[in-house]
């Protein structure tokens, strides 16, 4: 046979093995990057007949606990072993972002590990040294300050793992509405942008289950409440409760369907106090040597419209593959909503993005009627699709032209669903200048960190719309919130007292009805001592007294400042390379979950010498995401899935050869 009859049968085997293993060959841009910015992807999991189990986290159970302004969050996860090999498993988390995480233990059967807390990297070797010694252990990581992951090692077939954890966080009101919020699930993050994160990305790679299928892993919250005033208007719009009340300031409640299901969402709960009160006033508690106080004060009264400047806005529109559906759908309506709101003194422009951009307009347009229509019919038009390019939209949103003698906002909807959250952080740090940047996260459990991390970056207010029906409520307090009133000049002074470390250290303007949140520390307090906050509306200076002896005690207060603290320290990109010393001893000095630190427990004994299958615990799809936010990326083939493949292409390749001879002869 000729060397020309040999070379078309090797292209026609290599033609048959590229149909047969599309998963084995390499896309042309995991070719060209460097091995350092190999970023594994989100994929969806298959449920595999090797004996090994794969799913082994079994239940979930949050018990909270609110005084109305201060929510202690207790996590169960239990995970079991129901196959026939030792197993190591991961499972990745959403948390709060202003959650303090203070504490974990596990038990194994009759024995209880407290959790101690140590720098990161001596944590992780501590963690796996036991895991190669066949010790059984855990260890309890921050992955963003929202995103958490739980890795438990040399679990036996039959053990029954159970890890518990504490939190603590301050819940801020909007109007009166107080709102607490565990989130569901870690939706999956887009990895394109993945390179430009300066943070750890190696989570990312996480399994999914398909749309619908929300496992078989049990899910149950349930609430305890006893605030010190009436509570008032209690109610979840995103989960069904079965509440029982014992008095207008003490009630109980819990999931109406505890289970799986209920899992693919965050879960909120709303409520006021007080009817449209706000509450206000001082707590203080000692911890470690030093005194500690955090004020909550009610903001002054809006001014009329005719008080306020024109408005001049650019809407930043995520329609990104995961954003197809509701969360899109929610977009063109969120929006709708906005724009018939402006008057013509007002002016917008809309700036489309995903893969790449498109803008309404090369400069702002009046309100009108006309230009409004314009801009719904364009956003009619366009379809989710593609990857979440945020950092060059928001770029050239900055750059875009602005509208004279007006008060800029920019507003950005989208669920988030991206890595490089720090990079976006910082450019808006850099060149927010004196326009504000509100945020609107749609889904049904959106990235909290980068909304409401850009959101501090641009000083206001974050907004998440979870499901169609909210929307129009949304779009309405959005309305509020950008008539309300500024109080300026604001500061805190105390009068026979100093006042030290104070989180924020500036108070910024306030832009709608909440309460005005300060954490700090004091010392030199004489017995006449009281904190004043000061500040300059419409109607001239303003000013409020607080007594520190008339103030409550609260033993979550030194916790609950370092968390604040972390919070300046995370927003800002390169703040927590270049600050991790101060993030390493806050950890360490109050038993904090940091970027720095992480909590590790182990069991000394040796329960196995035979080694363990590594397993990651794949997650729903959060309720509304379509399938596109995952589909589109290739998952690794399985083993047994490339044996096979190698056979198919293999027959292939001697049947050609076979039925060449025939044709020869």
Do not use: C
């Amino acid at each position: 046979m000729d060397i020309a009859h040999w070379s078309q049968r090797l292209r026609s085997m290599a033609a048959i093995a590229a149909l047969l293993l599309p998963g084995l060959a390499p896309r042309a841009e995991e070719v060209a990057a460097p091995a350092a910015q190999q970023v594994e992807s989100p994929y969806f999991a298959v449920q595999g007949d090797s004996g090994i189990e794969q799913f082994p986290l079994k239940d979930t159970r949050v018990d909270v606990r609110l005084n109305g302004v201060i929510a202690s969050v207790h996590l169960r996860q239990v995970y079991r072993n129901q196959g026939k090999a030792p197993i190591n498993a991961r499972y990745v988390f959403p948390g709060s972002t202003r959650a303090a995480v203070g504490g974990m233990t596990m038990t194994i059967g009759e024995r209880r590990l407290r959790a101690q807390i140590k720098e990161k990297q001596q944590a992780a070797a501590i963690f796996a040294a036991a895991r190669e010694a066949g010790k059984s252990a855990a260890l309890l990581s921050q992955r963003r300050p929202n995103v958490f992951s739980m890795d438990v090692a040399n679990i036996l077939p039959g053990d029954e793992v159970v890890i518990d954890l504490d939190y603590t966080e301050i819940l801020s009101a909007d109007e009166g509405v107080y709102e607490f919020v565990y989130p569901g699930v870690v939706g999956p993050r887009y990895t394109g942008d993945a390179t430009r994160s300066n943070d750890d990305v190696s989570w990312l790679g996480n399994p999914y289950l398909r749309a619908g299928n929300t496992g078989e892993s049990r899910y149950d919250i349930r609430v305890e409440m006893a605030a010190p005033i009436p509570v008032n208007d209690l109610r979840s719009d995103t989960h069904t409760l079965l509440t029982n009340w014992r008095g207008p300031k003490s009630v109980s409640l819990r999931l109406a369907e505890p289970g799986a299901a209920a899992a693919n969402r965050d879960f909120i709960l709303r409520y006021r106090l007080q009817g449209d009160a706000l509450v206000s006033g001082l707590t203080r508690f000692r911890f470690g040597g030093e005194n500690y106080f955090m004020l909550l004060a009610e903001p002054p009264r809006r001014p009329t419209v005719a008080e306020l400047p024109a408005r001049d806005y650019l809407f930043i529109v995520d329609v990104s593959g995961s954003m197809s559906g509701f969360p899109l759908d929610t977009a063109r309506t969120l929006l709708t909503e906005l724009l018939a709101d402006l008057e013509p003194r007002d002016s917008f422009n809309v700036l489309f993005f995903a893969g790449g951009s498109q803008v309404l307009a090369p400069t702002p347009l009046a309100a009108t009627s006309d230009n409004k229509a314009r801009a719904v019919a364009m956003l009619a038009r366009i379809n989710g699709g593609g990857g979440t390019e945020l950092l060059p939209a928001l770029q050239q949103a900055l750059a875009m032209p602005r509208g004279e003698l007006q008060s800029r906002s920019i507003v950005l909807i989208t669920d988030g669903y991206i890595s490089a959250e720090g990079a976006a952080f910082k450019l808006i740090d850099e060149h927010i200048g004196d326009t504000n940047l509100f945020t609107f996260g749609i889904g049904s459990s959106v990235n909290r960190f980068l909304i409401e991390g850009l959101a501090r970056v641009g000083r206001s207010e974050a907004f998440v719309v979870t499901d169609p029906q909210s929307a129009q409520r949304e779009a309405e307090r959005f309305r509020r919130y950008i008539s309300t009133p500024v109080l300026t000049g604001i500061a805190l002074t105390g009068h026979d007292i100093e006042l030290y470390d104070v989180e924020p250290a500036a108070q910024p303007d306030l832009l709608a009805e909440r309460p005005l949140l300060a954490l700090g520390k004091y010392r030199n307090a004489g017995a006449r001592a009281y904190i004043e906050l000061h500040g300059v509306n419409g109607n001239g200076a303003q000013q409020w007294r607080y007594l520190l002896g008339d103030a409550t005690q609260d033993p979550g207060l030194p916790k609950l400042w370092a968390r604040k603290r972390l919070e300046r320290l995370y927003v800002f990109p390169g703040a927590a390379e270049q600050s991790r010393a101060e993030i390493l001893q806050l950890g360490l000095k109050y038993s904090l979950l940091t970027s720095a630190t992480s909590f590790v427990a182990v069991d000394e004994r040796v329960r196995n010498r035979d080694g363990a299958t590594d397993v990651k615990q794949p997650l729903p799809l959060p309720a509304g995401v379509s399938e596109a936010a995952v589909g589109g990326l290739r998952p690794m083939p399985e083993p047994e899935w490339l044996w096979l493949a190698a056979f198919m292409a293999l027959l292939a390749s001697v049947m050609l050869l076979q039925r060449s001879r025939h044709v020869q002869a």
